[in-house]
């Protein structure tokens, strides 16, 4: 039977809505996917405009198509958008609330299981009769639901879905009465826009009628833009947003993040393990040491932190369980958009070992080459102007030169070249002392500074680098080893560059003295 024109007329007019609803969920999701949010949520707001705009974009076909006959095979297409629709919503929601429960979150995973059998079941033809049937016998009208028979399974669907949705809802009440909340209103519109998509939806579902049929598109809008917008608006999580600007999520500390309040709106995992401390808690910048129950504090300096420097804090916290150190350093947070404007602050607490860990792990990065684990020519100009300001008399250089490097590496590849060098490097450490430096001086050269040593001592040094390095001869079928040369200064202040000659000059004749032999 042929629709009514008034029919046909409200059906193309409710298609053309759905349509440009699904292009204003469409565009957020296009914004959030180009913008880097590290705002959880986003990560879900992104998903949850995504579905509702393929949701609303395969309504908008239907209610636009002219042929009755394809009815049926686009709506089962939206009813496999729509079981998702309110798992991103809930994940949205609970990414809202608690930012950090990642692992929580990787359990709600499990959410997942049942709209993928509902999938499961639209697509393989055989079980679409426990979901839906869609008779054709009855007058086919997209804008009532005469035009399919629910069965059981679709009934499950839809109330998972609802649970689901209300479970999300849920949660952002529970933000609103939460301690600290700084964004009441802005959850409270959230809630406003999803219960109200949420009453409308069921009651087309229950009661079968379209008198409120173009409500959807709108609510639609509405509710993606109210999301969006309190999320992007959202002074809490912009405070987040801007503290993990700040510092990466490499850093492995207890970090805490207080808003202007001085409420904790922010704690990873590491803090929640060390502390007792919760969301919502405030925490006096006065007085930090009266601020943290599961501490003792072991020195405090100052009522209040003039120096927002990182590493500036003055205050030291013992562990009551532990008994381990902790370093308690205080960072404020400045605003993205303005950076005069302090959003909160950041507090990190790092444990002596780790703070010294930390260090070391720059230094190596710094200072280290990574081929040999000697000191660079970095840190030998460091050295080198220490030295060079301070009496280390008589202060002695040992220069050496691994031999046919470039020969090695030509013959057997570069991999035998980097084992050679290591060889010759655990020669050259084996002979020296712990007091004295090696640094990686070129390619094939390598430095040592020997701070207080007389030149005999330096002489006796470069024998045993020459003498160890002999038993690397058998290993190629041509010289190899090292050849050594030193200088020592006697008087103060003496002349790095000059030295440094003079050991260059005795490690060649060296060289020539080894291949004439």
């Given at each position: ?384 102007n220490e030295f060079q300001a301070q009496e280390f008399l008589p202060f002695s250089l040992i220069i050496c030169d691994l031999d046919n490097l470039k020969l090695v590496n030509d013959t057997f590849g570069h991999g035998e070249g980097d084992t050679y060098i290591d060889q010759c490097v655990q020669q050259i450490y084996s002979s020296v002392r712990k007091t004295d430096f090696v640094f990686r001086f070129g390619g094939d050269e390598f430095l040592i500074m020997l701070p207080n040593t007389p030149q005999e001592i330096a002489e006796k040094i470069c024998e045993n680098i020459s003498s160890k390095a002999e038993n690397l001869k058998n290993n190629y079928p041509f010289h190899v080893g090292i050849s050594v040369g030193s200088s020592t200064a006697t008087t103060f202040p003496f002349n790095m560059n000059e030295l440094v000659a003079d050991a260059d000059r005795s490690m ?10």
């Open positions: 039977m042929n629709l009514t024109l008034d029919v046909l007329y409200k059906s193309n007019l409710l298609g053309v809505f759905k349509l440009f609803s699904a292009t204003v969920a469409f565009f957020i999701f296009a914004f959030c996917s180009k913008r880097q949010f590290h705002i959880p949520a986003f990560k879900y707001l992104k998903l949850f405009a995504l579905t509702m705009g393929l949701w609303d974009m395969l309504e908008g076909i239907f209610y636009l198509t002219p042929n009755a006959s394809h009815l049926p095979f686009i709506a089962l297409l939206f009813y496999l958008v729509i079981p998702f629709t309110s798992l991103t919503f809930f994940y949205y929601c609970f990414t809202y609330v608690f930012p950090n429960k990642r692992k929580l979150l990787r359990k709600l995973y499990l959410l997942t299981i049942l709209p993928c059998i509902t999938v499961i079941m639209i697509v393989i033809p055989p079980l679409q009769r426990f979901f839906i049937i869609f008779p054709g016998d009855v007058i086919l009208n997209p804008l009532r639901d005469t035009t399919r028979l629910y069965q059981p399974w679709f009934y499950v669907h839809t109330y998972y879905s609802y649970a689901i949705v209300i479970a999300g809802s849920m949660l952002l009440l529970y933000r609103i009465i939460r301690p600290g909340n700084t964004n009441p209103i802005q959850c409270l519109l959230i809630n406003i826009a999803s219960l109200t998509f949420i009453g409308a939806n069921a009651y087309n579902v229950f009661f079968d009628t379209d008198k409120i049929l173009f409500l959807f598109p709108f609510l639609t809008i509405f509710c993606i833009n109210i999301y969006f917008w309190t999320l992007y608006f959202d002074e809490t999580e912009r405070t987040i947003y801007s503290s993990q600007g700040n510092f990466v999520d490499t850093l492995k500390f207890p970090i805490i993040v207080l808003n202007k309040k001085n409420y904790i709106i922010f704690m990873n995992p590491q803090a929640e393990e060390v502390t007792t401390l919760k969301l919502g808690d405030v925490i006096s910048p006065t007085h930090y040491h009266d601020s943290f129950p599961d501490f003792i504090p072991h020195s405090f300096e100052g009522s209040h932190f003039e120096n927002h420097d990182f590493f500036s804090t003055n205050l030291i916290l013992i562990h009551k369980k532990t008994g381990y150190f902790y370093y308690l350093h205080d960072h404020p947070i400045y605003s993205p958009d303005n950076k005069k404007t302090e959003m909160g602050k950041m507090l990190i607490l790092i444990t002596i070992s780790a703070f010294n860990a930390f260090f070391k792990e720059l230094e190596q990065k710094a200072f280290i080459d990574t081929q040999s684990n000697c000191y660079n020519r970095r840190y030998l100009e460091l050295k080198q060649y004749e060296n060289k020539k003295e080894r291949k004439s032999r």
